[in-house]
């Protein structure tokens, strides 16, 4: 069986999945994530596995773009060259319409994200918060229109830049927000990121009268337990909305 391999690319971590063909969206047969330092390791991750199609989001830069050129043609892998496709936005796809001024634009990890939550909530408005290096937090109509959205610096980048430009401040770490307001600095930073990121996702709900309301990405478990809307937490989106444009190919 040779299986269809998804790659999200990005600021910090390349994300792999592998899927059979006709399998149930977000259903892999096997995953991983490496760090940029040691994602050379990703052809000895694969050997070994038949390779069909692979589609690869990638939104670290050129330099990331090469290097995972020439890992997916390593001679182990045995994946043809015309197998492989970078994902890029387009003003159309996996019933997704997208509704940027200028389509080619919008980062390629917010159009597969929005098709991953049009995907899992056809026939609704979707707001889709994916919270990684940055946060982006974006609207998906219920016709699969995506509407655009907002970026924010993600929860890590809000902490560093309190305890790099602040004098006496802490760095602190992601974890539990405090109950009530913070009575020591460390939970009042935390506090306060915390509510920046949740609050931004609730004002984008409240404008786009959302019925659902996804939230993904690496600091999600953290953000999403102050969320106070309804919503749900999904396993990178990205990777899924990858999955679904490949199954609408």
């Known amino acids: 069986m040779k299986y269809d391999l998804l790659i999200d690319a990005g600021n910090t971590r390349v994300k792999w999945a592998l899927a059979a063909p006709g399998a149930p969206l977000g259903t892999w047969h096997a995953q991983g994530a490496l760090m940029h330092a040691a994602a050379a390791d990703l052809p000895r991750a694969l050997a070994g596995t038949q390779i069909g199609r692979v589609l690869v989001a990638n939104v670290a830069g050129p330099a990331v ?36 001024r200028n389509p080619a634009q919008l980062g390629c990890d917010r159009f597969a994200a929005a098709i991953g ?42 902490a560093t830049s309190l305890a790099k430009n602040t004098a006496q401040l802490p760095q602190i770490q992601p974890g539990k927000l405090p109950a009530g307001f913070a009575d020591n600095t460390d939970d009042a930073i935390l506090t306060g990121c915390l509510a920046a990121q949740a609050g931004a996702i609730e004002r984008a709900c409240t ?38 444009a490949l199954r609408s190919a």
């Open 117 to 158: 939550a049009h995907a899992l909530a056809p026939g609704k408005a979707v707001i889709v918060a994916n919270c990684g290096t940055a946060t982006t937090i974006d609207a998906i109509s219920a016709d699969g229109t995506f509407l655009g959205g907002m970026i924010l610096p993600g929860l890590g980048l809000m």
């Open 65 to 100: 773009r090469d290097l995972l050129a020439g890992w997916l043609s390593a001679p182990e892998l045995g994946i043809a060259p015309d197998a492989v496709e970078w994902f890029a936005s387009l003003p159309q796809r996996a019933g997704v319409r997208n509704g940027y």
């Open 207 to 244: 404008l786009h009268q959302a019925v659902e309301c996804i939230i993904s990405g690496g600091a999600a478990p953290y953000i999403a337990p102050a969320v106070t809307v309804p919503h749900r937490h999904v396993e990178n989106i990205v990777m899924i909305g990858l999955h679904a």
